[in-house]
């Protein structure tokens, strides 16, 4: 139920409570006249008061124009008022209805009755802990009124009061707890709707990135590496020719243009390179992760080790995937308090390690076990050991139940960065 459905049965409530209240005074009005009571006089004068003072709080505030109300959390099945609830206003208000109440009891035993619209008043403009109390005392004066009147004690004197009372308490604690419900639901409806357009946009994101990377990768490992090849290739042909042989000017002239294309090539995979390598090294865009991810409950510490030497963007681009996704699975699942990362430079290799104190899982359990840890799969540990297979490389995954999880990329470092770290 939205807003605008609360608005519009709160406002037929109140309609239904002003005719109540009103077809009561009535009734003990023509009752009065009609017996010819000996307080006809005084009847008619004290629920004509009443009347008039109800009329004056159950008017709409003059700043509050129709349609314009919006139900909020926590509101109940009661009317608005221009008396406010939980004001001094308020109060003094109920008071003087209940104290002219009282006082039509004791001239006529009809105004009993009235106590049936005076517990939805007092569930309104009182606190729970006041309200009920009020209730039972209102219930207690209209049986006490009957049994003055009538002389006579029956179980209707007793059961009529507490029932509608019972009722009343019922109806609004009902109310109220749906309407909570009701709320609990939109608020729920909302996050829904926010969650999804927000997964639609990582989706979108994930998908606009994991496409860079391939482009990048596809341009490196075939037309970088081709058009590499071919300029290795025309300098071995134009050493081999003759000094003055005629087709050395366009050998030459093929070597540059393939180095131009090399370059532009390579240009191309760096900017399809992820975002966070295009403003820094690797060791910069871990240790960013690591400082985007560090929160109260989990710390995340970052280190080198060894020489770093300048890496391929493949190889840059698997390393911070896999850190990416190692630690995305260390918040989602591990439960650690710690989690650290290496970058180890080494003679001919170079390795990544993200260890965690979470809780563990067994690597060697149920068939589908690692993919459940990997999260949706797209980056969990399947797709961890295929971007490490690509490249030549090994991921180890090493955990037990309460014990943590330590992942380990190790991917060979190409001959010419491998010589220049040696």
Avoid at 51 to 61: D, M, N, P
Avoid at 82 to 94: D, F, K, N, R, Y
Avoid at 279 to 306: I, K, Q
Wanted: glycine share 8%; with cysteine; proline share 6%.
């Amino acid at each position: 139920m939205d807003s605008r459905s609360h608005t519009h049965v709160t406002a037929a409530l109140r309609l239904c409570l002003h005719a109540l209240l009103t077809g009561l005074l009535a009734l003990v009005v023509v009752r009065a006249v009609g017996e010819g009571a000996p307080d006809t006089v005084a009847v008619v004068t004290v629920t004509l008061l009443t009347a008039a003072l109800y009329a004056a709080g159950a008017a709409r505030s003059s700043s509050e124009r129709p349609g314009t109300s919006v139900a909020q959390p926590g509101d109940s099945v009661r009317p608005a008022f221009s008396v406010q609830p939980g004001t001094p206003a308020g109060a003094w208000w109920l008071g003087g209805l209940w104290a002219l109440w009282a006082v039509l009891l004791v001239l006529s035993p009809d105004a009993l009755w009235v106590a049936f619209p005076l517990y939805f008043l007092q569930l309104h403009f009182l606190p729970m802990r006041w309200a009920l109390p009020a209730v039972v005392v209102t219930a207690a004066a209209a049986i006490t009124s009957f049994v003055v009147h009538r002389q006579e004690i029956e179980p209707g004197a007793f059961i009529g009061p507490l029932i509608g009372a019972a009722v009343a308490v019922a109806t609004v604690l009902g109310y109220d707890a749906l309407f909570r419900e009701s709320e609990r639901r939109r608020e729920l409806i909302v996050e829904l709707v926010a969650t999804r357009a927000d997964l639609a946009e990582a989706e979108r994101t994930a998908g606009t990135l994991a496409e860079r990377e391939r482009l990048a990768r596809e341009i490196h490992d075939t037309l970088a590496q081709g058009l590499s090849s071919i300029q290795l290739l025309l300098r071995a042909a134009e050493r081999s020719l003759p000094e003055n042989a005629p087709a050395a000017p366009h050998v030459r002239a093929a070597r540059d243009a393939a180095q131009a294309n090399l370059a532009e090539a390579r240009s191309f995979v760096r900017a399809l390179t992820p975002p966070d390598l295009e403003h820094g090294s690797l060791a910069a865009a871990l240790e960013r992760l690591c400082a985007r991810t560090t929160a109260p409950e989990l710390t995340v510490r970052f280190a080198v080790s060894g020489t770093p030497v300048e890496l391929p963007t493949p190889y840059e681009v698997a390393l911070l995937r896999t850190a990416q996704s190692a630690l995305a699975n260390t918040v989602r699942h591990a439960e650690a308090r710690r989690a650290e990362i290496t970058l180890s430079f080494m003679d001919t290799s170079v390795a990544l390690d993200v260890v965690d104190d979470g809780r563990g899982f067994d690597p060697s359990g149920a068939p589908g076990q690692e993919r459940r840890k990997g999260g949706d799969g797209g980056f969990g540990l399947p797709a961890m050991r295929a971007r490490a297979g690509s490249l030549g490389g090994a991921l180890s995954v090493e955990s037990a139940p309460g014990q943590g999880t330590a992942v380990a990329l190790t991917l060979p470092l190409p001959v010419a960065e491998a010589e220049r770290a040696a």
